[in-house]
């Protein structure tokens, strides 16, 4: 596929960077992900890490059928990446226990699919506006379409962390699998953990879009992300795609 791309990651403010990211880009599809640990220590660093090195080794297998069933197939997809995030956990239990977010997405010529769990988000802008982004599985998220707070206040909502979704190794994904139209020439696709998006404001991601703009403004954005943040910068992840 003709893409461009560009991904970045940074620990912030904290010692360590739980997020991790993979990608494949080759002719026939394109396939990303961004997962965000959540855990205490190194725990949610092997969480976010092992679940997409799991992910990412199983594509072929399932790219192969994703025509029989798109959603299907990515059901079966994630729940086979947690039996092999189980192997990769072996012997550490206590590790087994950490969580992650996930934000994947899959393109070919005919489609889109995407999976997400918890509050790293994937969002599909064009030039002008943004089309959508995936819901987050969050406290805040149930306020928003309860319409108790707005968009904008979901970032600084004090249960901003609390999730109603994961991915653990010890039980099935509950993913949110969604197929859409294919990717049309223009389209940006932005992927990202919560330390992104809690600070870049709608108009910002439509300057992601613009045709003009690309590295550099992502990479301008994800430092204004961590300043933003007032020395409390969570880790920040984003992967940016456009046809």
Same mark, same amino acid.
């Given at each position: 596929?003709?893409?461009? %791309?560009?991904?970045?990651?940074?620990?912030?403010?904290?010692? +360590?960077?739980?997020?991790?990211?993979?990608?494949?880009? +080759?002719?026939? &599809?394109?396939?990303?992900?961004?997962?965000?640990?959540? $855990? $205490?220590?190194?725990?949610?660093?092997?969480?976010?890490?092992?679940?997409? *090195?799991?992910?990412?080794?199983? !594509?072929?297998? &399932?790219?192969?059928?994703?025509? *029989? +069933?798109?959603?299907?197939?990515?059901?079966?997809?994630?729940?086979?990446?947690? %039996? *092999?995030?189980?192997?990769?956990?072996?012997?550490?239990?206590?590790?087994?226990? !950490? /969580? @992650? @977010?996930?934000?994947?997405?899959?393109?070919?010529?005919?489609? @889109?699919?995407?999976?997400?769990? $918890?509050?790293?988000?994937?969002?599909?802008? +064009?030039? /002008?506006?943004?089309?959508?982004?995936?819901?987050?599985?969050?406290?805040?998220?149930?306020?928003?379409?309860? #319409?108790?707070?707005?968009?904008?206040?979901?970032?600084?909502?004090?249960?901003?962390?609390?999730?109603?979704?994961?991915?653990?190794?010890?039980?099935?994904?509950?993913?949110?699998?969604?197929?859409?139209?294919?990717?049309?020439?223009?389209?940006? %696709?932005?992927?990202?953990?919560? #330390?992104?998006?809690?600070?870049?404001?709608? *108009?910002?991601?439509?300057?992601?879009?613009?045709?003009?703009?690309?590295?550099?403004?992502?990479?301008?954005? !994800?430092?204004?992300?961590?300043?933003?943040?007032? #020395?409390?910068?969570?880790?920040? @992840?984003?992967?940016?795609?456009?046809?």
């Amino acid at each position: 596929m003709q893409l461009q %791309f560009c991904q970045l990651t940074s620990a912030g403010d904290r010692e +360590n960077n739980q997020d991790y990211m993979v990608h494949i880009i +080759n002719d026939d &599809y394109a396939l990303f992900v961004v997962a965000d640990g959540l $855990g $205490g220590h190194s725990d949610g660093e092997k969480a976010s890490r092992f679940f997409c *090195e799991a992910f990412i080794k199983l !594509a072929e297998l &399932y790219v192969k059928r994703i025509y *029989e +069933n798109p959603s299907k197939i990515m059901a079966d997809w994630l729940d086979d990446s947690v %039996f *092999e995030m189980q192997r990769l956990f072996a012997g550490d239990s206590a590790a087994r226990k !950490a /969580h @992650t @977010t996930c934000a994947i997405l899959y393109l070919d010529e005919t489609l @889109t699919l995407t999976a997400h769990c $918890g509050d790293s988000r994937i969002y599909r802008i +064009n030039p /002008h506006e943004i089309l959508w982004r995936t819901r987050d599985h969050s406290v805040p998220q149930q306020l928003v379409d309860e #319409g108790e707070i707005t968009d904008a206040e979901m970032a600084h909502h004090p249960e901003q962390n609390q999730l109603t979704r994961s991915i653990n190794a010890l039980r099935m994904p509950d993913a949110e699998i969604t197929v859409y139209p294919a990717m049309t020439e223009g389209e940006t %696709f932005i992927l990202c953990s919560d #330390g992104f998006w809690e600070t870049i404001k709608q *108009e910002e991601f439509v300057e992601l879009a613009q045709l003009q703009n690309g590295k550099q403004e992502l990479k301008k954005l !994800a430092r204004m992300s961590v300043l933003r943040a007032n #020395g409390k910068s969570d880790n920040v @992840t984003v992967q940016w795609v456009r046809m």
